[in-house]
């Protein structure tokens, strides 16, 4: 053929297809012929919107299920995919619904995947409907009320083709099923490979209609938060099981009988044994060494105790143990060195370390990675294996009682790819040296507080994101904080330290700083413009050092501020109007111990967060805003306490199976304030508290009343001011007060009645005010020292010595520490006491009845005069009666 006629015989042939294309794609076909992009049935439709009309929709999720003619493809809609060649729908994935699921599902034949959450609460009355699904593979209903249909398991023995079933919080401990036979075979039974029934209220009763939900085909079983005493012994022989989760149990758990019930085939398949937070009782026993398959086992948090079996240490596979915050005792065995653990830790427990002869055989833990050894009595000797292995990412020795230095050849040869370390809460004394080189490349975490390191801070590494040198003897400034430039620090604790100098203004390297602490130090002078940098500040705790001037204004920016405590420094000029209004987060606020003046800005009144206000020792004057009340934390009983906890989780790159992963790191706020006249320091039960501590400035007028209406307040001190006027009568509505301190100022008028209603105050003092009248009777306020109300003059009554007018001087106690004879002349006054008022009290009643015996026209007049205060009494009280009588109809 002539090439120029094959050309354009081509040419034709590539236009025919492209036109045959477009033709087919025009009729919905692809080039095979086949249908594409094909509405939804009918039928589908209209089942669908069938169950719309049953399920309560709050957050409009199935907003754009519409029977109108433009939103008719059903295949479009939220939650809804087809198959783009039938028009069937094949999955259903809804959230955030209520009401009830009806039987109209069962006309979605070609439904594979269905995943329903009710947070609200939905109700299946009915699940013979789910029999029909005959494609059905993956089933997920959370929230779902399924309990009536106790036949539910039948129904789902029916679905061949379901390998995964989901049934969450679905309230499943009031079924009721026929108990199991022992002699059925399960074998071909549930084509269930995944199995979740987690969250239901389950006990050890479920297991009779779980039986045939589960085969050989069963490879992933999840238990968790139910209140389980045991697992039955058919669950060893589930020959396909690999992963089995038993989280969060609420009934104890004996885990050598546990572990017994698995032993059959089970236990050669079984991969992942996870029981956290399960009340697991008893050794980690003998009975362990039976499960060759292992490799995952994390029991932590539970009440397991004795020693760990050596036959542990030697299960070939075992590559993850977590079994941390238990009782575990003894020491580590040398079998240790037979592992081929990656990840070990066991943290808080009673383990006693380990021995000479079993840190030989540690060196052989060559494919460690993951150490978390804190709380288990290492020391005192810095244990030198550690240096050894050479593939650790992670490293937690902390408050083991090391009290040593750190070799060097510890930091000179450390691995680069090291990205967490933890030598905390030891006595480890020695200069740091230089880290730049170590943690390369990496997000890192290094935490050395509470020790004994000295010398200036050594340069670390740009990319560390977590930084705590708390609680040491450094010393020197802080000029290696503008070498950090990468960004990445979100934690940096130096507190407690003899740092001086001031901060450098390099803080705009921080955007993701959250937590910042240099409280207890020396640094002086001004803060930094740059601080208006960290938008994402979440702490900042300064107290205790010598920064002067006012508060810049840029700290406004830092409006995700919740913690600031700038106390005990010498900051100056006016308390910020723009802390109210810009700060809104805030809960903890303290000023105290500075050089601030002028009036308590209304703006603070703003802070509906904050449960503790400390502006004391400064020089504010003007009267307290009557606004308080609006602080709403302080103003509600029983509240949720504020989360003072900040868990920080570091990346960490899993080599091994090549996956992200995370290092979790604590942080509790703190704060060092007044209480009951002592400083003390409150860090764990800090968001209960709610405080407001205004004493020693010159704040005049009167206490507010509104200030009363803050029921969930627990400490309140205006001592050491100039206040005056009355203490409102409705303070007693105060119920929740443990503390309060009203000493030295200008109080003036009764101490109020209802006072006698604050059962829970245990420190209270109103010394030093010009209070008068009687101390009202209650158990607590007689419970205080006299001292506590001395230096009022006019005050009389217990707890102190001074009587009240009218009282009886004789029921009067002796003062404490009287002598025998002081005590005998009262006895002899007390004696003539008697007799005089006996003897008047004879001649009285004589002269009296004796003028009546003698004088007749007197007795008859004395007479007369009782029968008429008799008849005028008796009438008073039928007008009463009669009253009352009428009042009750």
Known sequence: MHPQVFFIFSLLLLDLQTITTNQLVAMGRDTNGVVINKKCIDKDRRALLDLKTRLQDPKGVLSTWKTEEEADDCCKWNGVTCNGTTGHVTQLELSGLGGEIGPSLSDLAYLEQFALECPERCVIENIDWLANLSHLQTLSMEGIFIAKANHWVDVFQTLQKLSSLTLYKCDLSQVMYPAYSSSFDNSFSS??????????????????????????????????????????????NLCGLTSLRINNNSAPIKFPDFLRNLSGCTSDTLQLLQA?????????????????????????????????????????????????????????????????????????????????????????????????????????????????????????????????????????????????????????????????????????????????????????????????????????????????????????????????????????????????????????????????????LEVLYLYKNKFTGELPLSLKNCTNLKFLNLGVNNFSGNVPAWIGENLSKLYVLSLSANNFFGTIPLQLCQLVNLQLLDLSKNNLFGTIPSCMNNLTTMVQEGLIPTRTEYVFSIPWYNPRYAHQDFIFHS?????????????????????????????????????????????????????????????????????????????????????????????????????????????????????????????????????????????????????????????????????????????????????????????????????????????VVYVKVMVFIAKLQRAAL
């Not at 029991?299 to 397991?304: A, E, K, V």
């Not at 650790?392 to 090291?418: E, H, Y």
């Not at 802080?478 to 070498?483: D, G, K, P, Q, Y």
């Not at 230096?791 to 002598?819: H, Q, R, Y």
């Open 191 to 236: 084509s269930i490979q995944t199995l979740e029934l987690s969250n239901n209220n389950l006990n050890s009763s479920m297991y009779h209609w779980l039986f045939p939900l589960t085969s050989n085909n069963l490879s992933t079983l999840d238990l968790s938060e139910n209140m389980l005493d045991g697992i039955p012994k058919y669950f060893g």
């Open 276 to 536: 956290i937070r399960s009340q697991l009782t008893g050794p980690i026993s003998d009975e362990i060494q039976v499960y060759s398959s292992l490799k995952f086992l994390n029991l932590f948090n539970n009440h397991l105790n004795g020693a760990i079996s050596d036959k542990l240490w030697e299960l070939p596979m075992l590559e993850t143990f977590v079994a941390f915050s238990n009782f575990l005792s003894g020491a580590i065995s040398e079998n240790i060195g037979k592992s081929k653990l990656w990840k070990l830790h066991l943290s808080n427990n009673s383990l006693n370390g380990v021995s000479d002869r079993s840190a030989d055989h540690m060196l052989n833990m060559s494919y460690v990675e993951y150490i978390d050894l804190s709380s288990c009595k290492l020391g005192p000797r810095f244990p030198r294996w550690i240096q050894k292995l050479k593939n650790l990412t992670r490293l937690d020795i902390a408050n083991n009682g090391i009290s040593d230095s750190v070799p060097l050849d510890f930091w000179n040869k450390w691995p680069s790819q090291l990205a967490y370390l933890n030598l905390s809460s030891n006595n480890i004394t020695m200069e740091v040296p230089d880290l730049l080189s170590n943690f390369n490349g990496l997000s890192s975490a290094i935490d050395l507080s509470s020790n004994n390191l000295y010398g200036p801070i050594p340069n670390v590494s740009s990319t560390v994101m977590l930084l705590n040198l708390s609680r040491n003897k450094f010393s020197g400034g802080i000029s290696f904080l503008c070498e950090i430039v990468g960004g990445y620090l979100y934690f940096l604790d130096l507190s407690n330290n003899f740092l001086t100098g001031q901060v450098p203004d390099c803080l705009w390297n921080f955007k993701s700083l959250d937590v910042l602490n240099l409280g207890h130090n020396n640094f002086f002078g001004r803060l930094p413009a740059s601080i208006e940098s960290l938008f994402n």
């Open 667 to 871: 942080y509790f706020d703190h704060a060092t304030i007044e209480w009951q006249g002592n400083v003390r320091e409150f860090s764990s039960i800090l968001g209960l508290l709610r405080i407001i501590d205004l004493s020693s400035n010159n704040l005049t007028g009167q206490f507010p009343y509104e200030l009363t209406n803050l029921h969930g307040l627990i400490a309140l001190n205006l001592s050491k001011n100039a206040l005056g006027g009355e203490i409102p009568w409705k303070i007693g509505d105060m119920k929740k007060l443990l503390t309060l301190d009203i000493s030295r100022n200008n109080f003036s008028g009764g101490i109020p009645s209802s006072m006698a209603q604050m059962t829970s105050i245990n420190y209270l003092d109103v010394s030093y005010n010009n209070l008068s009248g009687r101390i009202p009777s209650s158990t607590q306020l007689q419970s205080f020292e006299p001292s506590r109300y001395s230096g009022n003059a006019g005050l009389c009554g217990p707890p102190i010595t001074k009587n009240c007018i009218g009282d009886d001087e004789s029921e009067v106690p002796p003062t404490l520490g009287e002598s025998e004879g002081g005590r005998e002349d009262v006895d002899e006054l007390q004696r003539w006491f008697y007799i005089g008022g006996g003897s008047g009290f004879v001649t009285g009643f004589w002269i009296v009845c004796g003028t009546l015996v003698l004088n007749r026209h007197l007795r008859h007049a004395f007479f007369h005069f009782l029968d008429r205060v008799k008849n």
